[in-house]
Each structure stands twice: as C-alpha cells, then as structure tokens.
C-alpha cells in the first residue's frame, strides 16, 4: 500500500508571520490525520518559522528548490545540506515553473535530484506537459522524456525515496482540473516507465502525486483513483481550512 501525500506548494507567498498563523490554523485541523503525510512547502525566508511551528506535529515542511552544489561562488543559492539544517524533510525539484520561467533543464533537475537524496531529504519531482505539447500529441514523449532526464542516473535503492509529482502545465493555476482518468492515465504511464528502468518492485512502491487545480471539492474523485496517490496543491493550499479539507479528502 502506497501511503498518500497530501503536499502545499506555496510558491511566492507567505512571510514567516504569515506562516506562523497558517500553522496555528492549520495544525488542529488535521491533527487527527494519520492517512497520509502532510508537507508544506514555504518560501526559503520562510523554512526557519514553518518548521518552528510545526514541531511536535504530523506536519513535515519543505522546500521549493535548490541548488546542487555544496559550495561556493553561487550567488543567491542555496545547498540541499543547508535546507537539511533548516528542518526541512522535502524538497520540490523541477516544477514547471522553474523550468518555464528559470529556463531548468532535465540534465539541471537530474543534478538537483541527486543532491537532494545525497542530503537525506525527500525529493518531489515534477513533471507534466504543455497544452501545445498535450495537443501535438507528445504527452507521453514529454513525460518520458522529463521522467527519465531526471531519474535515469538513480540506483534502484535512491529510486525508491523520491515521489513523483504528474503537474499537467495547462491545469496549473488555471481551474482547469484534468479529469481523474486522464491524471490516471499520466500516472500509469509515469508508473511504467519506473518500471521499464528500475523494476516492478520499485514501480509498484513509486507515489505519484497529482498537481494541477486541486481543490477541496474535486480531491475525493482525484484520490479515488488507485492511481493517484496524493496531490501537489497550489493556490488551494494557501487558507488553513481549504488545504486541510484537501488532506481529509
Ligand atoms: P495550483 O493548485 O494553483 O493549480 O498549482 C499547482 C502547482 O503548481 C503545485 O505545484
């Protein structure tokens, strides 16, 4: 059994006092929740005061990014050992939006990837196609493409730590959920691939979550698909009540 992850990306909100009362709301919420595991993911200013305020919880924190050197002349960067420090547990590599906007490669998220599992923590890696690519057909040559680009250097035993993050770019802070069956048939997809290059085993154990117009009111057919194992929230992950009704799917 695949235990689900239910995981806020908050993207470029939240200041730590922000943050701090998200937590007191929050933490009641879903203090009973014990089928799944909780991760929110704040800005880096924002790490120190999540994680404080998340002691003692079932609540992990995480970030939204690294960089994959362990030092040097890097301005603005920030190591995966450093993030270890700061209490965080996860950390979210390759979303669509850095690829998009920051112009990351495959071959960077690989490097990031690797730094991630070599510090300990958890990875979260995105992948997900465009509209124009979903339309040309060449969905599953993206996914492909992304899947591998990142994992291909992996052993079978870091393979096993990572979770997969299926964000179709076009549902991503549109409204425009993408049906279950079509998330699941991303997710199966995703899923052989795993297959093909790290075994069944290992497949078998892969979570993928869902990412992509998550809401309180779609998450229950999302999560109904065996396929799904949990999601990867955005704009609804940023009220205290919106994001735990999404974790009490
Ligand atoms: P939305 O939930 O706002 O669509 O964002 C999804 C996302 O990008 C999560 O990483």
């Not at 009641?28 to 305020?53: D, K, N, R, W, Y």
């Not at 690519?133 to 969905?139: D, F, G, L, P």
């Not at 299926?166 to 069956?181: D, H, S």
């Amino acid at each position: 059994m695949r235990r689900p992850v239910l995981a806020a990306n908050w993207k470029l909100h939240k200041t730590q006092a922000e943050t701090r009362a998200f937590l007191e709301k929050f933490k009641p919420l879903v203090a009973q929740s014990s089928h799944c595991e909780i991760v929110v993911c704040p800005p880096f200013t924002s790490l120190g005061a999540a994680v404080a305020a998340a002691r003692d919880s079932n609540i992990a924190i995480g970030a939204q990014d690294v960089f994959w050197e362990k030092k040097g002349a890097y301005t603005g960067e920030v190591t995966a050992a450093m993030l270890a420090e700061a209490g965080c547990q996860h950390v979210i590599v390759g979303h669509s939006e850095r690829r998009q906007y920051f112009h990351e490669t495959d071959g960077e998220v690989s490097r990031k990837l690797l730094a991630v599992l070599s510090a300990g923590l958890t990875p979260i890696v995105c992948v997900g196609e465009t509209l124009q690519e979903r339309e040309a057909k060449a969905t599953e040559a993206v996914l492909a493409r992304q899947f591998l680009g990142a994992c291909n250097a992996l052993t079978t035993t870091q393979f096993s730590r990572i979770i997969v993050a299926y964000e179709p770019v076009w549902a991503i802070g549109t409204g425009q959920t993408a049906t279950p069956e079509l998330a699941a048939t991303a997710h199966r997809f995703l899923r052989q691939q795993a297959d093909e290059r790290f075994g069944a085993p290992a497949a078998q154990e892969l979570r993928i979550l869902y990412g992509g117009s998550v809401k309180p009111d779609n998450v229950k057919s999302l999560m109904a698909q065996r396929e799904i194992d949990g999601g990867l929230v955005g704009g609804a992950s940023l009220e205290p009540e919106s994001f735990a009704a999404i974790v009490n799917f």
